[in-house]
């Protein structure tokens, strides 16, 4: 052996024996999660600390870092135990602990600086103890407040943390582990979003039953300043928003001119809040400034419906009577409300007043469903921006009544972590009865895939794996240690993307685009609830193949970073009253349909789909119901039994003979519902060709493992192959029983 040679491999001893092991619940390196937990605190805190802009740009380096190594292995094809690589792992694992301890020293020197709320852990008790139990914050500027955990034992203790429900003291409940005699940081965010005061609970317990808790009163202030906002378009992280007219903005301009709106409903006269976009005769787009609630969107991107023209560029949205600052003169306006009404386009008339009333054509909630996107991230053309402030006009406007806004990780370097301005869980403030927003988390892996989790209250660490991690984290845990933890915790597991690229015949990748090589293997071991079909990816192909396996996963819908015009799932809560529990567990069991505009309705012998039909005997007689609606009329509909179209036309309402079982489903242009199962005694579904296809498409995952995933240990990298090995059986067993069926 060379010189070289042995000191590659003393580099590569080194690095799978001095990472940390996982001694705690989870499947989280301690030291990934508390850099996490702390960058989500100093993205926030460089708004308004220098010294925190320097921490921030220590994550960018180590970003940049992690990266590196999948471009080596990606782009030049290298091995992950190759030299290049052995050094560039090396590297970044030195900048991360290089950040984690920056990080604790800001932590550690901000005690004497501000407010700190103190727990300290002895053998027999917990104290507490905080500088000052009020605390004055302005309107509209968020501030953190440290919190301090201090183990006076010598054993380690896991504490868990939670915070009693506000809208305006944000804390994120979490698991912390404490070594022995250590002590480590965490955070609450103060945020008013109105002047008052607020009070909270913050409640802290360990393993051994001690528990304490802080009571917290805030009190929000007027503004003194205008708030950190981003401009529409830019790609920078701050600027301040000249849409404040109320803090007195001098760069507001006086209104001489502008173009005034009032939306109303044609039927009832009510007030409508509504998406706006104005144009010239030379197609140049309007969209700010605003006065009124108003909010304006930058966006070039857009989706092409069955229902709406494809309308790219600026927009913005209103309530009430909102004012564009514009010269109305050879403008014109179109108006949207959601699916459920008809778009108007008019001309803007010289005294700038747009009065109207939009025409609904169809009532979806009176009939039962009520609409919803399932994953949404609060950006503008990928600029972070704090969205959740405007979230109630948007969700109003586009008519959603479930908005599911996902914190996730990865994307660009203006954020290590997006859409966390708020906690797991429904937002009260920012909802209604019929307009419920709620936050989430979408867990992001390439190659395994990137999934969506409804329903929990914590964070799933470590947010993302792999280079989405950006933290040089290893690709570990396999999403079906993550998907099973969710489950367990009582969340509901969505593929997001579904099958993304996996049948393509290309090389396994890490970086974009998103893939889904390990999803496969996720539904087959029954860890995906629900597969995001129509959205940004999401193949309609792979889903009929997992349905044609014999397994059961629903489909959903929802625009990623896009909002206008993007697809949604209608959930029908068959006579239960709208709330989220009740609408998230109809989703679940595929009471629903997704959709890009047409309304779709489907029964099969008077059963929703979703639904089972067991059948005695040889063949069974089905009556199916099934039309689709626009604005325009009704649009022909084909019913799919196992994939395969054995009926069409308009308003179908006629009986069919199946004598296999498998699924049945309808379709039409923008539309598809979710399969209702057919149960022939003694013919369990199922088909071998596509359970062919998914075991050497798992094949193809496991070489990725073996040669080029980053695993701290052997064993990470075995409990991976062992995933994979579990959900290649079960295609086996799948491909077997249906031969013996003939299929």
């Known amino acids: ?170 804390f994120w409940k979490k698991d912390i582990l404490l070594k022995g005699a250590g002590s480590r940081y965490t955070f609450v965010v103060l945020k008013p979003f109105r002047e008052g005061i607020s009070e909270s609970v913050l409640h802290v317990s360990n393993e051994k039953g001690r528990q304490a808790e802080a009571h917290i009163v805030l009190h929000g202030v007027g503004m003194k300043s205008v708030p950190s906002r981003v401009y529409p378009g830019k790609s920078i992280d701050l600027l301040p928003l000249s849409a404040y007219d109320h803090v007195g903005n001098d760069l507001l301009p006086d209104f001489k001119q502008a173009i005034r709106f009032k939306v109303s409903d044609a039927q009832t006269g009510r007030a409508l809040t509504a998406r706006v976009e104005v144009k010239d005769k030379n197609d140049n787009l309007y969209w700010t400034p605003l006065k009124g609630p108003s909010f304006a969107i930058d966006r070039t991107r857009g989706w092409n419906t069955t229902l709406w023209e494809f309308q790219p560029g600026p927009y913005f949205y209103i309530a009430d009577e909102a004012r564009l600052g514009v010269d109305p003169k050879g403008k014109t306006a179109t108006l949207y409300h959601g699916f459920e009404y008809k778009p108007v386009t008019v001309e803007v008339p010289d005294d700038g007043l747009v009065n109207v009333a939009l025409e609904r054509w169809i009532n979806m909630p009176e009939l039962g469903w009520y609409s919803g996107q399932t994953h949404i991230h609060t950006t503008d053309s990928g600029v972070p921006v704090m969205f959740s402030r405007f979230w109630p006009l948007i969700t109003r406007a586009e008519d959603l009544h479930v908005s599911a806004i996902l914190t996730l990780k990865g994307e660009w370097d203006t954020h290590a972590i997006y859409a966390n301005e708020y906690p797991m869980g429904l937002r009260e403030a920012f909802s209604t009865g019929e307009h419920l927003v709620t936050y989430d988390q979408e867990y992001r892996s390439n190659p395994y895939g990137h999934l969506i989790f409804l329903g929990l209250d914590y964070l799933m660490q470590p947010i993302s794996s792999g280079a989405l991690g950006e933290l040089a984290g290893p690709d570990y845990p396999p999403n079906a240690l993550v998907l099973q933890e969710a489950i367990d915790d009582g969340g509901t597991t969505i593929g997001a993307h579904f099958g993304n690229y996996i049948t393509n015949g290309e090389p396994v990748k890490t970086p974009w685009p998103s893939t889904g090589f390990e999803m496969p293997v996720d539904v087959a071991l029954g860890k995906i609830h629900l597969a995001e079909i129509y959205g940004n990816g999401g193949q309609q192909s792979v889903w009929y193949d997992l349905l044609n396996c014999g397994f059961r996963v629903m489909a959903t819908a929802g625009p990623d970073w896009d909002i206008k015009d993007t697809p949604r799932v209608y959930v029908n809560l068959e006579g239960k009253p709208f709330t989220l529990a009740n609408w998230r567990a109809a989703l679940q069991s595929g009471r629903s349909f997704i959709t890009k505009g047409p309304m779709l309705f489907f029964s099969v012998n008077g059963k929703l789909a979703g639904s089972e039909i067991n059948v005695s005997g040889k063949r069974a007689i089905l009556k199916i119901e099934a039309n689709g609606l626009t604005p325009d009329g009704k649009l022909p509909v084909e019913v799919v039994f196992n994939g395969k179209t054995i009926r069409s036309g308009i308003d179908l309402n006629e009986n069919i003979t199946v004598e296999d079982s498998g699924w049945l489903a309808v379709r039409t242009a923008g539309a598809h519902s979710n399969p209702v199962f057919i149960n022939i005694e003694g013919r369990p579904a199922g088909m071998s060709a596509p359970a062919e296809r998914f075991i050497e498409i798992t094949d193809q995952l496991e070489v990725w493992v073996k040669t080029r995933g980053l695993f701290y240990s052997e064993e990470q990298k075995q409990q991976v192959l062992d995933v994979l090995e579990a959900g290649r059986k079960v295609f086996r067993d799948v491909a077997e029983n249906a031969r013996m069926q003939g299929r």
């Open 1 to 170: 052996m060379n010189k070289a040679s042995f000191f590659l491999c003393i580099l590569f001893f080194g690095l799978t024996t001095s990472l940390p092991s996982y001694g705690h619940t989870g499947h989280t390196d301690p030291e990934l999660e508390e850099i996490n937990d702390y960058l989500m605190a100093i993205q926030l805190m460089r708004h308004y600390d220098p010294q925190a802009i320097g921490i921030f740009e220590k994550w960018r380096e180590l970003r940049e870092a992690s990266w590196k190594i999948r471009e080596l292995t990606d782009n030049e094809n290298l091995l992950v135990n190759s030299g290049s690589v052995l050094e560039q792992i090396a590297q970044a694992r030195s900048l991360q602990k290089d950040l984690l301890l920056a990080c604790r020293n800001y932590f550690l020197q901000l005690e004497s600086k501000q407010p700190v709320i103190r727990f300290a852990f002895g053998a027999e008790s917990v104290s507490t103890s905080w500088d000052d139990p009020v605390f004055e914050v302005e309107v509209e500027h968020p501030r953190v407040v440290l919190v301090k955990l201090t183990n006076q034992t010598p054993e380690p203790l896991t504490i868990n943390m939670s915070g009693e429900y506000s809208d305006d003291i944000l």
